[in-house]
Nanobody
Framework: EVPLVESGGGLVQAGGSLRLSCAAY????????IGWFRQAPGKEREGVSC????????YYASSVKGRFTISSDNAKNTVYLQMNSLKPEDTAVYYC???????????????????WGQGTQVTVSS
């Protein structure tokens, strides 16, 4: 069973919105922080946002702050990334990832995460 499954990607015009979902399976969801990362062709992976599922603390990259909102539905073991005012530079494969022991860490750095989803493509046309 794949522990993390992303969905919700697609093609949208600049200024539009998408909502990504990250469904978690087979682990105690509330014990983890879930992060969203993205990687565009030829670019390094970038941390986008993260949420501590237990207490709801959220973190955002400066490039998306005010446009993206992360949330969790603990009853559904799912984390969402609502993306508004999308720009062409938001085009990338978006991945969610989970980390168990995360206090004191920079949660927008992917190096610390325990496991990853397979990714979903987001394409923003100009």
């Amino acid at each position: 069973e794949v522990p993390l499954v992303e969905s919700g990607g697609g093609l949208v015009q600049a200024g539009g919105s998408l909502r990504l979902s990250c469904a978690a399976y087979g682990f105690t969801f509330e014990d983890y922080a879930i992060g969203w990362f993205r990687q565009a062709p030829g670019k390094e992976r970038e941390g986008v946002s993260c949420i501590s599922v237990n207490d709801g603390s959220t973190y955002y990259a400066s490039s998306v702050k005010g446009r993206f909102t992360i949330s969790s539905d603990n009853a559904k073991n799912t984390v969402y990334l609502q993306m508004n005012s999308l720009k062409p530079e938001d085009t990338a494969v978006y991945y969610c990832a989970a980390i168990r022991f995360f206090y004191g860490l920079d949660l927008l750095k992917g190096d610390y995460y325990d496991f990853w989803g397979q990714g979903t493509q987001v394409t923003v046309s100009s």
